[in-house]
Each structure stands twice: as C-alpha cells, then as structure tokens.
C-alpha cells in the first residue's frame, strides 16, 4: 500500500501520532524503563515504515524506494535531519545536566540514527534534483501521418 495524496498521508501521520500519544501516556502511568525503550523503538520503526509507504510527485508509485530515500524532496529530509539532531543535541545537555537515564540514552541515540538518516537522504537526494532541474525538456514532436503532412 502506498499513499500519494496529502490528506492520506495526514490521516497515516494522525493515525500513528494517536497511537504514540495513548502508549505514551500508558508508559507515564507504568513509570517503566523498559516501556519507554520500547516506546522509542516503535517510534523509529513507524518513521521508518512511513518514509517506505510515502511517495511524491513523479516518484514511482509501485517500485520499492531505496533504503536510503526518507522524502521525495531534499530541503525536507534536510529539515528533518537538522531538527532531529538539533533534538539530540539538547537531549545531550539535559543528559550532562544531571537528568540522564537510560531511556533518554536510547531516545538521544534514537534521535541521532534518524537524523543520519534524513541528512544522508537529503545528500542523496540533492546531487538528483539539480541534475534533473539542468537537464533540458526535449521538445514533443507531432506524429506524421502518410504522405508527410503534419496533423
């Protein structure tokens, strides 16, 4: 299953948000370690698995994208790549800070492994894009038809 419109895509996003939201607050209530480890797994997981089942403009629709292709487009992978490890990046400090845990450990590497992802899509992804943006259109030509008018 693949999904192409933007309000399908919203809906999968809002779908899986509510999914993370009820687990998170279920784990709050556990106070379990362990929970939020697994929370954050899941999270990684449904990005991952959102980014194969996405597809933009122009992209191919049936084939499998490559591995390495979080978004159609490089300005968003980057986007994401930045703030994911802008994210890290504070969850660190908290963590020297004094408010560390094991589960922020696994959230700090978490946010660090997805941030590699989306950057080195968006260094895949823009070499491809200004390729495509040089390349000319080649003008259409009209069919003949017999006795060499034009139609």
Known sequence: MRYT???????????LLAINVVLAVLFDALHSEPASIVLTV?????????????????????????????TNRPLLSGVFGVGYAVLALVNIGFSLAGFGSLSGTVSIVAELVLAAL????YACLRPRRAA???????????????????T
Not at 44 to 69: D, I, N, Q, S
């Open 132 to 150: 495509s943006a040089q390349t000319p259109a080649r003008p259409r030509s009209r069919p003949r038809v017999p006795g060499g008018a034009r």
């Open 5 to 15: 419109t933007p309000a399908r895509k919203a809906l999968v996003v809002a779908v």
């Open 118 to 121: 989306f950057l080195n899509s």
């Open 42 to 70: 899941l999270q990684v997981a449904g990005w991952y698995l959102v980014t194969r089942v996405f597809r933009g403009p122009g992209e191919a629709v049936r084939a499998a994208r490559p591995w390495w292709r979080m």
